[in-house]
C-alpha cells in the first residue's frame, strides 16, 4: 500500500517450553497468562527498508526496563483483613504488564541483513510540533487493510483483562 509492505500473523499462546525461554530471556518468573509469541505486526517500506515490528517479546522487555511499582486496586485493602495472612498474596511486580512499547524498529539493509536502531544505522527519529489532521481521519474512505494482533493477554482476578494488542489500518 503506497510503498509499504503490510503483514500481520496471529500464532498460537506460547507452550511451556517457549515460556520457559521468554522467562530466560527477560529474566523473570511472571508472565501474563496468554503470551502469543508468535504473533507479530509488521510494517516495512519497500523502498527505505524501514521496519516497524510489534511483537510480544520486546513488548514485554520494555515492561521489564519499565520496573514500574505493583498495582494496588481500591478493593486490595479490604481483601488484606478479611484473608488469612498465610494465605495473603504479595505481588512484587506489575501484574497488569503495562508497557511503553512503541514497536521495535530496523532497517533492512540491501543484503537483507537487518540494522538494529541500537545500533549504527541511518534512521533518526525527531520530534515535531506536527499533529494529526482529525478532520482528514474522520472523513469515509474505504478501509483497504485491517488487523489486529493480540500479543499478550492476562486476566487480573477480581480486577479486570489486561492485553496488549497491535491494529493497523489502510486507507486510500
Not at 478479611?82 to 497488569?96: E, F, G, H, I
Not at 541483513?113 to 527519529?125: I, V
Not at 481521519?137 to 482476578?157: C, N, Q, T
Request: aromatic share 10%; charged share 20%; net charge negative.
Amino acid at each position: 500500500v503506497k510503498g509499504w509492505v503490510i503483514q500481520t500473523h496471529k500464532g498460537p499462546i506460547l507452550n511451556s517450553a517457549s515460556v520457559s525461554l521468554y522467562e530466560d530471556k527477560l529474566q523473570t518468573t511472571h508472565l501474563p497468562e496468554m503470551v502469543f509469541g508468535e504473533s507479530f505486526v509488521s510494517i516495512q517500506n519497500a523502498q527505505t527498508g524501514v521496519k516497524l515490528h510489534f511483537n510480544a517479546l520486546d513488548a514485554l522487555k520494555a515492561w521489564k526496563q519499565e520496573a514500574l511499582p505493583p498495582v494496588q486496586v481500591p478493593a486490595a485493602a479490604k481483601w488484606k483483613f478479611r484473608s488469612n495472612p498465610a494465605d495473603q498474596v504479595v505481588l512484587d511486580y506489575d501484574y497488569t504488564f503495562t508497557t511503553p512499547y512503541c514497536g521495535s524498529d530496523v532497517v533492512l539493509n540491501q543484503d537483507a541483513t537487518q540494522t538494529s536502531l541500537d545500533e549504527c544505522s541511518n534512521l533518526c527519529w525527531e520530534d515535531t510540533d506536527d499533529r494529526i489532521d482529525l478532520v482528514a481521519l474522520s472523513a469515509k474512505e474505504p478501509i483497504l487493510f485491517y488487523d489486529e494482533v493480540i500479543l499478550y493477554e492476562d486476566e487480573l482476578a477480581d480486577s479486570g483483562i489486561s492485553f496488549l494488542t497491535a491494529r493497523v489500518v489502510s486507507s486510500p
